[in-house]
Every structure is written in structure tokens, then in C-alpha cells.
């Protein structure tokens, strides 16, 4: 039994020790105070785009 704990604790530390960085990364791009720029940058994109295609 104490061996299946220390095999999961293991198994949970690696997987911390891995994904902690891509998960702050990505919580640190999806944070609200980014929304605006980012919804400010697709919609510029999406306009020109459009004028790009109607010439």
C-alpha cells in the first residue's frame, strides 16, 4: 500500500514538475487585463483582411 502511495506521489510530483510552466505561461496569456490587446489585434486583422480581399 505504501508503495502504490509512493508511486502516485511520484507520478503527481513529475507531472507538477512538467506542466506547471505551460500552464502558468498559459494562464499568464489568458489573463483578463491581455483581453482587450488581444481583441483589439484580432479585430484589426480581421479588417484588413476584409479590405485586402474586397480590392
Not at 505561461?25 to 489585434?41: C, D, G, K, T
Amino acid at each position: 500500500m505504501f508503495l502504490l502511495l509512493f508511486f502516485v506521489l511520484l507520478i503527481q510530483f513529475f507531472t507538477y514538475w512538467i506542466f506547471e510552466p505551460l500552464a502558468s505561461f498559459i494562464e499568464y496569456v489568458l489573463e483578463i487585463r491581455l483581453f482587450p490587446v488581444l481583441a483589439l489585434i484580432s479585430l484589426i486583422l480581421l479588417f484588413s483582411t476584409r479590405n485586402i480581399n474586397k480590392n
